[in-house]
């Protein structure tokens, strides 16, 4: 629906540009950019080779992840949900609530490649993906000309794509955070971009064919593309889904706001509702569950993000040195912008709104890296899950590339010469000087060497495990973070709690499936070393047996009669997750046959 007229966000639509050369070879011209990307890839990991692998924050929660993951698959367990050595062995529903793609690609990975390598792979995979991504952005820029100048060109598109690659922040996430599930979502950030674009395009060309009278056009097609992004955000790292969906909302509003088009609108929240629908398989459940955790616990005292906002101070002085390096790297990034966009008005000059949105977009993310924001994080549905204002970053970064990117070419220059790379240069070398800067006067990141890696392996193959998350302990159990005391970590898999004589003989304990025998000479309880979960289904001489929380600890806790029992156990598909998985499937069979209606209708129209 047009409610008026306007001009288009990037001037008169034109058709692509010719090549530069004739016979000139598109899909040749993309192994430069990706040979250039990977390359890059490569260098920002050579400390490895005299360090080892970087131990930041999150780091033991992944590799451990992708361990539970490698072993529970040669159980037969494709799509594992409860990780059965977290809590040194007593387990928590891990993967109900952290999405799969990454931990997914890490449990590959370590199944084909040795397992000290495994993480820098992923590391290279992740910001590969990354620059790649940017490069399908920048290209945009550079097949096209804009009222008969070209302000991009191949070599543009690909420094954009390496700059944003190895960007500051990626540094300080490989580095210092080591959260490998944000960084594989950092490539979803330029095809939110991309695809919006497509998106304002498809919304103009709708408009062109109404105006010349033709009916065949079949729109939507900008909507599927969209949904898969979200989709992906949600199954890669949620708090990256927040922030992509909160962007979204900020590009979409933006843009059908100047072109008066409520399509547009339409068309992002089809594409959020068809991407929720999609990955309602993790989603749904996700949801659901967390009323059977005490998942308040990502937003406690040092995770809320009144304790991460820029230059922030706490009683905790590793946090406040981290969030200094971290906020530091912001004031570079947001210089860095103001000065490129500034650099950047030629840019400004034939593609107004974009350059507006950007520059928008990175005052929005500053303004919620600021305790002024405080507010908005209180009120704004699940934005508080975020738990750290700088992830803003994230899109922040891509942004920052893009500009440095635009504004340093040769046209805006309106000559050739050094100059552009020059300047390009410059801010690489600045950028690479800070993140030395904070590495030798801030916190100097730690490091796991290839014994730090196979103590990993052995904690898994012993089963002694490993520390579970907090947010992710079912209610009412104790772990070891809160009471080291309370936690045996040399309990037998099943014990008698009294008493009385019992001869007990386990024949299976894995991780979704476990069997034992209980002979007793007087009724008596039987406790695991399991924590209760409302997904346990415990049977008693096939009969459902109703069990209870030990107090304190939150241990099973399986009553049982004289004699013989034999009690199997199994971690059953609840409501959520069959109904999410019906969702999903029918949300994939239903965008097939969309995406079939949009692709006949535009070869009728053709």
Request: net charge neutral; aromatic share 14%.
């Amino acid at each position: 629906m047009r409610l008026g007229k306007t001009s288009t966000a990037e001037g008169p639509l034109r058709e692509p540009s010719r090549p530069d050369r004739p016979g000139d070879d598109r899909p040749a011209l993309l192994w430069s950019p990706l040979f250039a990307i990977g390359a890059a890839a490569v260098a920002a990991e050579i400390p490895f080779f005299f360090f080892g692998t970087p131990s930041g924050h999150d780091v033991e929660f992944h590799l451990y992840s992708w361990l539970e993951v490698l072993a529970q698959w040669k159980q037969g367990i494709a799509y594992p949900r409860w990780a059965a050595l977290a809590h040194f062995a007593y387990g928590e529903p891990r993967f109900v609530f952290y999405p799969p793609a990454s931990w997914t690609l890490g449990a590959g990975l370590s199944a084909i490649f040795p397992w000290t390598l495994a993480s820098s792979i992923y590391i290279w995979i992740a910001l590969v993906a990354s620059g790649v991504s940017m490069f399908a952005l920048a290209r945009r820029w550079a097949d096209r000309s804009w009222a008969d100048r070209k302000f991009f060109d191949r070599s543009d598109a690909t420094f954009a794509a390496v700059l944003y690659a190895v960007n500051p922040y990626h540094l300080v996430i490989i580095y210092w955070r080591s959260a490998f599930a944000e960084l594989l979502a950092s490539c979803l950030v330029p095809l939110l971009l991309l695809f919006v674009l497509k998106a304002t395009d498809e919304d103009e060309n709708h408009d062109a064919d109404e105006r010349g009278g033709q009916s065949k056009y079949v729109g939507g097609r900008a909507i599927m593309p969209l949904a898969l992004v979200l989709a992906a955000a949600w199954l890669t790292n949620a708090p990256a889904a927040i922030m992509i969906h909160y962007s979204l909302a900020l590009l979409v509003v933006f843009f059908a706001w100047r072109r008066r088009s409520l399509r547009l609108l339409l068309t992002g929240a089809c594409a959020v509702v068809l991407g929720a629908c999609l990955a309602a398989f993790y989603l749904l459940p996700a949801i659901y569950e967390q009323r059977w955790v005490d998942i308040l616990q990502a937003v406690s005292a040092g995770s809320r993000p009144a304790d991460s906002f820029l230059f922030i101070h706490t009683t905790d002085a590793d946090h406040d040195a981290f969030n200094h390096l971290v906020s530091w790297v912001a004031v570079l990034e947001l210089f860095v912008i103001f000065v490129a966009a500034w650099a950047a008005r030629q840019w400004r000059e034939t593609q107004r709104d974009l350059w507006n949105i950007l520059l928008g977009w990175a005052m929005f993310c500053a303004v919620l890296m600021l305790p002024v924001s405080a507010l908005l994080w209180k009120v704004l549905p699940k934005m508080e899950f975020m738990q750290f204002p700088w992830r803003w970053l994230l899109c922040l970064s891509m942004i920052f590339s893009v500009f440095v990117a635009a504004a340093f070419t040769e046209s805006a220059f309106k000559r050739s010469g050094p100059w552009p790379w020059l300047l390009r240069s410059a801010v690489c070398v600045v950028s690479i000087l800070m993140i030395v800067a904070a590495w030798e006067r801030v916190q100097q990141p730690w490091w796991d060497n290839a014994g730090d890696l196979r103590e990993m392996q052995d904690n898994m193959s012993t089963g002694a495990g490993y520390e579970g998350v907090e947010e992710y302990t079912p209610l009412g159990a104790c772990t070891a973070a809160i009471d080291p005391g309370l936690i045996d970590k040399d309990a037998r898999k099943v014990i008698v709690d009294g008493p009385v004589h019992d001869a007990i003989h386990v024949y299976r304990w894995d991780a979704e499936s476990k069997m034992f025998t209980a002979e007793m000479s007087a009724p008596g309880q039987l406790v695991l070393r399991l924590l209760r979960y409302p997904a346990w289904r415990v049977e008693v001489n096939g009969r459902v047996a109703d069990t209870s929380a030990r107090k304190g600890t939150g241990q099973m806790v399986v009553p049982v009669a004289p004699g013989m029992n034999r009690v199997e156990i199994r971690f059953v598909r609840t409501w959520d997750r069959a109904l999410g998985g019906w969702i999903s499937l029918m949300a994939v069979m239903g965008a097939v046959v969309w995406g079939l209606r949009v692709q006949k209708g535009a070869t009728l129209r053709g």
